[in-house]
């Protein structure tokens, strides 16, 4: 089953590629994928994930330009988050291992796009967050539906977890970000944090903040120290938000310390 996963997941983040490509461009979703040098159609069997960029020598079968290096590490990362998520949540055939399985897909596949696109070009791309948004309120409604005990109270509610998690993420970046003027931080790193807090919950925002300080902390002074940045150049937060929150998601049982919150 793991191996399932990991090939379903390879071709998403094929496909996720197309999205950050075509999302920056405006263009519409639909239709081949061309190459953005030349634009010729790409033909089926120089699309297969991984191994289309491996036999192709990572060039372009027209045009001989590189391709880049974006799109099969897109592809295996989301081919290992995916097995990732499987191997920890479908341990059983609950049916609510099953849903929180299929919301992680989703959800991950948007922190994904939003990754790559706010490395690449300095912006959260609010399109993919509000569908991000919409998709998790959604879950925590199904989740909290089908777990019900008679006699729970709403502080003990998935929703109710997530919209707290997401509110005090919210405040606190929206605090960086109004009190810098958005240097320190951006607001699209605000509603960033609200999705992640709503998905988590307050019991795991913390350490998913705690990691994504600490991952943004680790990489800006090596690039200061190995003077790719210097102490006044913007580095973008997203993919340390993105990155603690997943991490947080599927190794937090590791770190029994925290469980206790």
């Known amino acids: ?7 379903f997941g390879l071709i998403i983040g094929s496909f996720l590629n197309v999205v950050i490509y075509r999302l920056n461009l405006a263009e519409s979703l639909l239709g081949r994928s ?18 289309s960029f ?11 330009k590189n391709i880049s290096w974006q799109y099969p590490l897109m592809e295996l990362a989301t081919g290992i988050i995916f097995a990732e ?5 479908l341990l059983n055939g609950r049916l609510e291992n099953w849903l929180e399985t299929i919301f992680y897909l989703g959800l991950f596949s ?8 706010d490395l690449k070009h300095l912006e959260i791309p609010m399109p993919v967050l509000w569908l991000a948004l919409i998709w998790t309120l959604f879950f925590l409604l199904v989740l909290d539906g089908i777990t019900f005990i008679p006699g729970q109270t709403i502080f003990s509610s998935r929703i109710f977890s997530g919209n707290l998690g997401g509110l005090l993420a919210f405040i606190f ?27 988590l919950g307050w019991t795991k925002i913390f350490f998913a903040l705690l990691l994504a300080f600490f991952l943004g902390s680790l990489v800006g002074i090596g690039l200061v ?20 929150a ?9 770190f029994p310390i925290f469980q206790s919150w």
């Open 34 to 51: 061309h190459c953005p040098h030349c634009k010729n159609k790409i033909s089926w069997y120089d699309n297969i994930p991984l191994l």
């Open 1 to 7: 089953m793991i191996i399932i996963f990991l090939i």
């Open 173 to 199: 970046f929206f605090a960086l970000s109004f009190g810098s003027k958005e240097k320190w931080m951006g607001m699209g790193d605000a509603y960033l944090a609200l999705l992640i807090g709503l998905s």
């Open 110 to 117: 948007a922190l994904l796009v939003i990754f790559v696109f």
């Open 85 to 89: 998520t499987a191997y920890v949540f």
């Open 225 to 244: 120290i190995f003077r790719k940045k210097t102490l006044k150049s913007q580095i973008p937060f997203g993919p340390f938000l993105v990155s603690g």
């Open 54 to 64: 491996i036999l192709l020598f990572a060039k372009c079968r027209y045009c001989q």
């Open 246 to 254: 997943i991490m947080t998601v599927l190794f937090f049982d590791l």
